[in-house]
C-alpha cells in the first residue's frame, strides 16, 4: 500500500472504498506519522488514537458508511466535541468538556469520517502565528524556526506535515487563508453563514466562519460538500438555494476559465510585497491569462482601512463574547478570591493570556460611553463601504486575484512584542471576512530563504456564495502547477 499519509483525502476515501486498503491502516499510518514528526511540529493538542481505531474498525465491518467513511480528519481546538477537551488553547478553558458536538463535528461523523484529534491555535482564535496558544507553540512544517501562521496554525501545519486527510479550521479575519499560505496547503473560508457556527467557540461573531483545510482544491470541495448548509441552531445560518439546496461543490471544478474574467486591484499589489511573492502572484495572473481567463483592473478603495476596522470590530465583540468567562458562569476560578469583584477580576487574569486580555480591553473601550460613536460606529460604517468595494469590483469580474499574505512565513518569536506588526500580516484577509465573501488560499509557488523552501500563497476572493466558480478558478491553475499538493518534509 502507498504512504496513505502522502495521499489527497480523495484517494484515501476512493481508496477505502475501492478496497484498495482498509480504514483501520489509514488509522494507523496517520497515527504513526503523528507519533514520528508532531514532536517537531507541534500541530496537535489532543490526539483521540483509541477512539479513531475504533471508528476505522466500525468502518471497516460496514457498520459505519457514507460520503467520507474512514477519512480521518482534525479539528481545530475551539470547535467544540464530547470527545476530549475543548480547551481554545486557553487556561480559562483548560478543562474544559463540551456535553454536545458542533453541527459540523455531527456531519462529518454522518458522511464516515473519523476525527483523529484537536489543533492547536492562538487562543481564543486570536492571533495571526500560533505563538499566543497558552500550552504550546506551533512550528512551520516547512521550516521549523517559523510560525505556520494562526490562528488555525495547529490544521494547517497538520495538513503540511501529512497528519490527516483534511482539517477544519475557523477564519474571523484570514485564520484559515494565511496559515493555509504559509503551510503550503488549501485553506477556504465559505462565505459567512455557509457553515454553521453551532459549537463554534464566539471570537467575533460577525466575522466567525468554520472551513475546510485540505491538501488540494478538490478535497476542499468535497469536504465543503458535507459541512456546508443550513442549520436551525444558528441564527446566523444561511439558507441558500432552492429550498436550501446547495450545489455540488465538487461537480463542475475541472471546468476550466475560459471566459471568465478575473480582477486585479491595484491596492493589493503593494510595493510593501516581499519580491518572491509579487513574482509569484504575478506568474499566477499570467498563467490565468493563458488560460483563457481575462484580466480586469478593479478598484477597491477602501483596502486600506480594513485592518483598523476589523481590529474595532473584532475586540468589541470579543469584549462582548468573552464577558461570559468570569470564573462564575464559565471558565476558570481563581482560588485566591478575598470577594466577589476579586473573584471576577483574578479569574480572569489568570485565565486569559496577554494577546486576549489586549483585545478585549481595545474592544471594552471601543464600546464604552463617550467612544462608542468615534470607534465602533464608525467602524461599523467603515465596513459598510467596504463591502460596497466589493459589489462594485464584482460588477466587473467574476472573482478577484491577489496575494494571501505580503510576505511567506515569519521567524518565530520575530513580532511577538509588536502587535500592530503583526496585525499587518492580515492585510490582505481581514476584509473578505467584513464583507462577508468567501476567499480561498492555495500554493503558487515557493521563496528560497535560509535554504528553506517556503510556500507562497495566491488568494481568490468572489462574491457571496460563489464557491463553485471559486473552486473550479482556484482548481484550474492547481491543476497547471506540479507543486500544489506537496507535503513538507519535516
Not at 507519533?35 to 457498520?63: H, L, N, P, T
Not at 493555509?180 to 457553515?195: D, E, F, N, Q, R
Not at 504575478?282 to 488560460?291: F, L, R, S
Request: with cysteine; proline share 4%.
Amino acid at each position: 500500500m502507498s504512504d496513505v499519509t502522502q495521499m489527497s483525502l480523495k484517494a484515501v476515501r476512493d481508496g477505502i472504498a475501492n478496497g484498495e486498503f482498509r480504514a483501520r491502516e489509514v488509522v494507523d499510518g496517520y497515527l504513526a506519522r503523528i507519533e514520528e514528526v508532531d514532536g517537531k511540529v507541534g500541530a496537535y493538542r489532543q490526539v483521540f488514537g483509541d477512539e479513531a481505531r475504533a471508528r476505522a474498525d466500525a468502518v471497516d465491518r460496514g457498520e459505519v458508511s457514507g460520503a467520507l467513511a474512514g477519512v480521518v480528519i482534525a479539528l481545530k481546538d475551539n470547535i467544540c466535541t464530547k470527545a476530549g477537551r475543548t480547551t481554545c488553547a486557553s487556561r480559562m478553558l483548560e478543562a474544559y468538556r463540551s456535553p454536545f458536538d458542533a453541527t459540523v463535528v455531527r456531519k462529518l461523523e454522518g458522511a464516515g469520517a473519523i476525527v483523529i484529534g484537536k489543533t492547536n491555535l492562538d487562543e481564543f482564535a486570536m492571533g495571526s502565528s500560533t505563538e499566543n496558544s497558552a500550552f504550546s507553540e506551533t512550528c512551520n512544517p516547512w521550516d521549523p524556526d517559523r510560525v505556520p501562521g494562526g490562528s488555525s496554525g495547529g490544521s494547517a501545519a497538520a495538513m503540511g506535515a501529512g497528519l490527516c486527510s483534511a482539517a477544519l479550521g475557523s477564519d474571523t479575519g484570514g485564520s484559515i487563508r494565511q496559515p493555509a499560505s504559509y503551510c503550503g496547503v488549501v485553506g477556504m473560508k465559505p462565505t459567512y453563514g455557509l457553515v454553521s457556527r453551532y459549537g463554534l467557540v464566539a471570537f467575533a461573531s460577525s466575522l466567525d466562519q468554520i472551513g475546510p483545510v485540505t491538501r488540494t482544491v478538490e478535497d476542499a470541495a468535497v469536504l465543503l460538500n458535507v459541512i456546508a448548509g443550513h442549520d436551525e441552531r444558528d441564527s446566523t445560518s444561511a439558507d441558500v438555494g432552492v429550498s436550501g439546496e446547495l450545489p455540488d461543490y465538487a461537480a463542475g471544478v475541472n471546468e476550466g476559465v475560459e471566459g471568465l474574467r478575473l480582477g486585479v486591484a491595484k491596492q493589493y499589489l503593494s510595493d510593501g510585497n516581499d519580491e518572491a511573492v509579487k513574482a509569484a502572484v504575478d506568474g499566477a495572473i499570467e498563467q490565468y491569462e493563458g488560460m483563457g481567463a481575462k484580466i480586469v483592473e478593479v478598484d477597491l478603495p477602501h483596502t486600506e482601512y480594513g485592518v483598523p476596522t476589523y481590529y474595532l470590530v473584532a475586540t468589541a465583540e470579543a469584549s462582548s463574547n468573552l464577558a461570559r468567562y468570569d470564573g462564575v458562569h464559565y471558565g476558570h476560578r481563581t482560588e485566591k478570591a478575598r470577594d466577589l469583584v476579586d473573584l471576577y477580576a483574578t479569574s480572569r487574569a489568570e485565565g486569559f493570556g496577554d494577546e486576549v486580555k489586549r483585545r478585549i480591553m481595545l474592544g471594552t473601550y471601543a464600546l464604552s460611553s463617550g467612544y462608542y460613536d468615534a470607534y465602533y460606529l464608525r467602524a461599523l460604517k467603515v465596513r459598510r463601504l467596504i463591502k460596497q468595494d466589493f459589489d462594485g469590483a464584482f460588477e466587473k469580474c467574476d472573482a478577484i486575484v491577489c496575494p494571501t499574505t505580503p510576505t511567506p512565513a515569519f521567524k518565530r518569536g520575530e513580532m511577538v512584542d509588536d502587535p500592530l506588526q503583526m496585525y499587518m500580516n492580515d492585510v490582505y484577509t481581514v476584509n473578505c471576512n467584513l464583507a462577508g465573501i468567501p476567499g480561498i488560499s492555495l500554493p503558487c509557488g515557493f521563496s528560497e530563504i535560509g535554504g528553506k523552501r517556503l510556500p507562497i500563497g495566491l488568494q481568490l476572493l468572489g462574491p457571496t456564495f460563489s464557491e463553485s466558480k471559486l473552486l473550479r478558478i482556484a482548481r484550474m491553475y492547481e491543476a497547471a502547477n506540479a507543486f500544489a499538493g506537496e507535503c513538507a518534509v519535516v
